[in-house]
Every structure is written in C-alpha cells, then in structure tokens.
C-alpha cells in the first residue's frame, strides 16, 4: 500500500459540513499511507474543522481562502493544481456542488477545482431532502458528465435528526475510493480477473453445515492485489465477515456446488482465475430437511464428493479458451510438495500456491502465510514468512509475468 500512496499529492478539499471531523481522519489515514496531501479549506469548513488540525494530521500547510488574497494570490491554486493526481472534496455541500457544476470560482477550493487537470472524486454530504432536491440532482448529473466520480452518499442518521441518503461516506469506504482511482491505469486495466475466497458450507439440515477453517483473508488479499494493478476484479465469496474491498463486484455464494456455477459462469470473460478458496472436499449426500434432534438416535451421515471446480474448468477451458491463467491453493498437513504437484498436473494450472496448514504463523484465520509457488514448468519457489497482503501481491506479480499479451 505504501508504494501506491507514495509521494503521491492529493488536493483534499473540505466544505462547511458537520461530517468535517471525518476528513481530517481521512487526511490522517493518507498521510500515513504516504500521500502528500494539499487541505484546502472553505471559509464554512473552518467553523467546522481548524487548518491547525489538518496540518497536524498531515504535516503540510493547510490552506483557507485568506491563502487567495495573499502575497501567492495569484498563482497559489495553480501551483496547488499543477502537481496533483487527484483532488478529493469530502464533504461536498449541495452549495459547493452548484458551484462546481456552474464554473463559479469564488474562493480557494473552487478556483483549485477550475485549474485542476487531474481526476475529481466529490463525496456529497448533506440533508436527504437538499440532496434529493431536482437542482442538485442536476449539478450531481452535469458533474458526471464532465467526468467527475461521485462516491456516496450513504443512507443514516443525519445532522438534522432525520435519517435519509446525505450522510457521507466512512473514513475507510473513501480510502478505499481512492485507492481505487489512483490505481485504475494499473498494468491489469484491462484485464478481468475471478478470485474465490472463503470456505464454502455443505449442510446437514437446515441449522448444521461442514465447513473448514478458511477465514478468506488471503483471498481477499488477491482481490486487493488485483484492483491495486487495475483488474476489473469478480469474487466469488463463501461466507465471511471480511468487507468486500472497494471496486470489486462481489458474488456470495455458501456451497461447493454454488461455488462451481458462479466460476463457470463468470469464466468466459475472465483473463485470470485465483481458486483461494477453502471448497469443501465432501458433503452429505442427503441432507435432512428437518433439524435433526438431539434425543432421536445419533444420526449417521453418509457423505459424496463435491464437485471440483478447478477439473470443470480445465475441461471448459479447451473449448472456452478461457481463463489465460489459472492459479489454484493446496493446504496441506502433509506431503505439502508432492500433493500440491499431483494436482498442478491433473488440474492443468498455470500456478499453484502451496501452504502448510500444520503451521501456527501461517494459513486458515491469521493475518501471515508462508508459501511454495510451484509452476507449471517444474519451477518451484518458497516465500518467507509474509503478510497475506504481501503474499499476494507476489502471485499477481508472478501472474502479470506469465499472462499472454
């Protein structure tokens, strides 16, 4: 993460909303990412939020309207728009919004906005009826037009006491927009990749399921790892309580079997297949309809194979040609090598990433692993111990390598 915010300058433009406390946690959050970051504070927004605090969090000058009728009057919004790679205006009134949309450059912000050259992203917040209102529907709309990106805003309570679509959106839900924005021309931008993640839950009856011990965390770390090159990202998730990173279009899915048709009916538009996810080997071949009771005898439950997803889509892959790269994930207890080879072969992968599950530092629900990467050309490489976020950004690197142009 630190190499995608590095050095990289964000205009932050803050208007006269109670939801100011949020930006400068914002501010907070991409200053220790690494951005460098330009707050640009309208006169409202001070009664809301201090300069002083902004420059606090970030450790650059923040700037106010006094800033235009000073000694750099005349040039500081083009020195400030100049350099940047994306302005953010969080929180954007409706009266900022209007100004915006209609070229008026009354103070520092809007005459930023005017010179600036670079992506927009606009984060409304206000009262429901003033969003909802036909004129700012109508600046949102002439914004868009021009190209600006528009995040939010989100249903909730608001300063009013009412609750309605106003509230501006979460710290970590803008951090993830704009992540997303300063990552889009990555060197996967036109390619779509599928990631599963999670483990998949096969029922007994209505309330019992076998399931294994995937947390996701290192699927969702791909998922990640994708958009951050650009990747137009589908994941297919088992049930987990991990956020679904922002950008990615996700599918939820509980069974193996759900699992399957979700893979095969995404593929033919896919460049790259991430098969992380924990499926179950077995289920019951009947499963009960009704609870089964505690004081009826102790049932016996006979179990079949899953369907392997990873087998369907090598057979699809000879008439689909889809996907160009395939990369599946063998947790083993033992033999991790020669499993994790056995089923590089018989499943016809680009790559497959190995982990011992035996491991307490590595694997299912802790936030390290420790992988073999084994290819298809009889190449093996084992990684030290790493972040699931590193670990992944080492596949997709692995991957960008061997992906046909």
Request: glycine fraction near 6%; hydrophobic fraction near 45%; charge should be negative.
């Amino acid at each position: 993460m630190q190499t995608i915010f590095h050095d990289k300058h964000i205009i932050l433009g803050v208007t006269g909303s109670i939801a100011a406390y949020k930006a400068a946690d914002l501010a907070s959050k991409l200053a220790q990412a690494g951005a460098l970051i330009d707050p640009v504070l309208t006169f409202s927004a001070t009664k809301f939020a201090t300069p002083l605090t902004f420059q606090s969090v970030t450790g650059r000058r923040a700037y106010t309207d006094e800033d235009l009728w000073g000694n750099e009057g005349h040039v500081i919004h083009i020195g400030l728009s100049k350099n940047a790679d994306l302005l953010v205006i969080a929180p954007a009134t409706a009266n900022t919004l209007a100004k915006l949309a209609h070229g008026i450059a009354d103070n520092l912000l809007t005459v930023t906005a005017l010179a600036a050259t670079c992506p927009l992203m606009i984060a409304p917040a206000m009262d429901a009826g003033m969003y909802a209102h036909p004129a700012t529907q109508s600046n949102i709309e002439i914004l868009q037009q021009r190209g600006a990106h528009f995040v939010g805003p989100a249903e909730g309570h608001l300063a009013s006491g009412m609750a309605g679509k106003g509230r501006l959106l979460e710290t970590y839900q803008l951090f993830g927009h704009i992540r997303l924005l300063l990552t889009r021309s990555g060197p996967l931008h036109d390619r779509k990749v599928i990631v599963t993640a999670g483990g998949t839950q096969e029922p007994i009856d209505p309330v019992r399921f076998i399931t294994n011990r995937s947390s996701g965390k290192q699927g969702f770390a791909l998922v990640q790892a994708a958009l951050d090159r650009g990747a137009e990202v589908t994941l297919i998730a088992a049930p987990t309580q991990l956020a679904t990173p922002t950008g990615a279009h996700r599918i939820d899915v509980n069974t193996a079997e759900e699992m399957l048709q979700a893979v095969l009916d995404s593929l033919p538009q896919a460049d790259i297949l991430l098969m992380a996810a924990a499926v179950a080997d077995f289920r019951p071949s009947t499963p009960a309809q009704q609870k089964i009771k505690r004081k009826t005898s102790i049932p016996e439950i006979k179990l079949e194979p899953t369907p392997d997803i990873l087998t369907a889509v090598a057979q699809s892959k000879s008439s689909i040609k889809h996907p160009l790269v395939t990369v599946g994930f063998a947790a083993e207890s033992q033999n991790l090598i020669e499993n994790a080879r056995s089923k590089l072969k018989t499943q016809e992968l680009d790559l497959i990433v190995a982990n011992d599950i035996t491991a307490s530092d590595a694997g299912f629900e802790v936030d390290t692993n420790r992988v073999t990467i084994l290819d298809a050309g009889g190449g093996k490489e084992s990684l030290a111990l790493l972040s699931k976020a590193e670990v992944a950004d080492h596949i997709l690197e692995r991957v960008k390598a061997i992906l046909p142009e």
